[in-house]
């Protein structure tokens, strides 16, 4: 059976990617996915506030008002020592890249166009097949305007694509107000494939304590259903590659976002709540699953619930929508007759 695919212009034996993440910071760990399977590894990100090595830098933009808070601060004390220092993690990079076979993607979070970005250049001679760029900022000033933000991104994109040859994906948030639009700008920018979506953290507040608290809970499976939309909305219509990544938990997520039309799906939570080892189990079930359907290859099935491939893509926008909320009620709403009997 076929199971290779492209991603990012590169040729992978099949679709499932480990996603950034601490357990792929260990070498062993990297090792030991290749065993079992994985297509390609994400790297856990640097982070740019690693780089540049300036609290002044993040007082400075606390100030104007852009919290970076998110996954940057909240993974820090997650991460191995590494991730306090930019040159081990080229180091590890470096040995990654040579102990195994598959893509090495490595990955920077950032989010403005500084001096930061040259270390993709750093990255990519210590062997990264790819950089993975994880964007994520929540435009927490109100005179930011959504033109603003989005322009912020595209520099940033500019920014990476000009110090590397290698190809670069781009990890979003699903936050813009036509992702579509947002997607097709990010191509023209650069990027060389999407990953759809970034998980943003929220806080929450500690009623006891009347604290913020910004927890990570990994993701569930209902989870898939806004990337699976924007990759079922843009599968085919971009020239870049997809990457689904959210939710995946069963081999169910992986097929639906395949037959979404993902060149690739990534998988993070399912590995650190079930351990390394899923990752075959996954791979094994989509095997099975082809198999029990006579297809050959992945190619058959890639896509075929598509915007564009689907006999009726009004299931994709508000047309549905209307209908499933009539739907609902219809199903839900109690019978008159029957409630006017009861009482
Ligand atoms: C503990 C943990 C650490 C993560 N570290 C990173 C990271 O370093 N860089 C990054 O881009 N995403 C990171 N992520 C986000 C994941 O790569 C992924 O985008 C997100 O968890 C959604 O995918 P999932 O449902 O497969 O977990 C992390 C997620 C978790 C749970």
Known sequence: MNLRTRYLGLDLRNPLIAGAGPLNGQLDNIRRLEDLGAGAIVLPSIFEEQIEHEQGMIDQLSTIGIDSYGEALTYFPAQTTYALDPEPYLGLLRQAATAVDIPIIASLNGFTNQGWVQYAWQMEQAGASAIELNIYFIPSDLSLSGRDVEQRYIDIVKAVKGVVTCPVAVKIGPYFSAVGHMAQQLVHAGADG???????????????????????????????????????????????????????????????YLLAGADVVMTTSSLLRHGIGHIKEL????????????????????????????????????????KTVHDYRAVSAPNPAESNGRR
């Open 194 to 256: 999407l990953v759809l979506f970034n998980r943003f953290y929220e806080p929450d507040i500690d009623l006891a304590r009347l604290q913020l608290v910004s927890d990570l809970e990994l993701s569930r499976p209902y989870e898939i259903r806004l990337p699976l939309l924007w990759i079922g909305v843009l599968s085919g219509r971009v020239k870049a590659s997809l990457a689904a990544s959210t939710g995946v938990d069963s081999v169910d997520e992986v097929l639906k």
């Open 283 to 322: 791979l094994d079930g989509l095997r099975t699953w082809l198999d029990a359907r006579n297809l050959e290859s992945l190619a058959s099935i890639r896509g075929r619930m598509s915007h564009l491939n689907v006999e009726d893509p009004t299931a994709f926008n508000r047309a549905n929508y209307i």
